[in-house]
């Protein structure tokens, strides 16, 4: 796996060898993916760490990603947009790939989104990409990446089989369960991905931008830890019971990625093991 210490190696070699003046990186995020501010150029860098263990195919989708955020600038709607000022990519350095984006100017002092904010922002994201003319994969962060994940958590020898095999049953499902009318979705739509600027709220990483329902989305934003998401689904005119299959499959999706987290996070794996058995308990009440 990809180490913060290489992660931020490529970002910074990609854009001096691109001419870009940088003096002193700051690590901005280190999670699922790296940020890395290319100081004192008003760059982010994005490097894919655990996201890139999910995906089959890392650098398709950055460039979809580009794709759907380069469309939604395009048209006006709020985003933190790609960086004028490099190529955004993506890059490969040394296999790590790389992409440049604008660095948005976040109040410090801001808080999270109201639920009512979150709600109307991410209706009003939906209709801006009911019209990108591009196709995407089909909900790729809920039947792709979650399987991809559990191969990955089968070669360490410390994962419980038993909890291994109940997830692959359960992932097994999904595609079955989630139907219904495909459309554009964010694919991780939670308030941490909305950041509060000068310039008002500005949509961020859209890295798992997908085809499929809009009830993933809302689950998503269901179950934020941040803010009320029952109260925001509400506002974008939705109700809680329309999207039950999709809030099993993100909990489920949570599990997954939490414990994969945990394989390049150790402190993460007390959170991992609290999930799983949260999700064991409810597949216990529902079934």
């Known amino acids: 796996m990809i180490t913060t210490t290489e992660a931020v190696e490529a970002a910074v070699a990609v854009a001096r060898e691109l001419g870009l003046a940088v003096r002193e990186p700051v690590l901005l995020h280190d999670s699922f993916n790296i940020r890395v501010h290319l100081s004192p150029a008003p760059v982010v860098a994005r490097v894919q760490t655990v996201t890139s263990l999910a995906r089959a195919d890392p650098l398709g989708a950055m460039t979809r990603e580009i794709a759907v955020v380069t469309y939604l600038e395009g048209i006006g709607f709020p985003v933190v947009p790609v960086s004028p000022l490099l190529p955004p990519g993506p890059h490969v350095w040394n296999g790590i ?6 660095k948005a100017d976040e109040l410090p002092d801001a808080g999270e ?10 209706a009003d994201l939906h209709a801006a990409l009911a019209g990108f003319p591009g196709e995407l994969p089909r909900l790729t962060p809920a039947l792709e990446e979650p399987g991809r ?3 990955v958590l089968a070669g360490h020898n410390a994962f419980d089989r038993e ?12 595609d079955a369960e989630l139907t219904g009318p495909s459309k ?3 694919g991780d739509a939670h308030p941490g991905n909305v950041l509060a600027t000068p310039d008002g709220l500005l949509w ?5 931008a997908c085809a499929g329902p809009l009830g993933w989305d809302l689950a998503c934003l269901a179950l934020s830890g941040r803010i009320d998401g029952a109260k925001a689904v509400r506002a974008y005119g939705a109700d809680l019971d329309e999207i039950a299959p999709w809030i099993a499959a993100r909990r489920l999706q949570g599990v997954i990625w939490t414990t994969a987290a945990a394989t390049r996070f150790p402190h993460r794996a007390e959170q991992a093991a609290r999930m799983l058995a949260e999700w064991r308990a409810a597949q216990t009440m529902c079934c």
Request: aromatic content about 8%; hydrophobic content about 50%; charged content about 25%.
């Open 97 to 102: 790939p790389v992409t440049f984006w604008a």
């Open 113 to 122: 989104p109201t639920p009512e904010m979150m709600g109307k922002t991410l």
């Open 149 to 151: 994940l559990l191969d």
């Open 163 to 174: 909890a291994l095999a109940e997830l692959r049953e359960a992932h097994a499902r999904l």
């Open 184 to 186: 554009v979705v964010h």
């Open 204 to 208: 961020n990483d859209f890295e798992e």
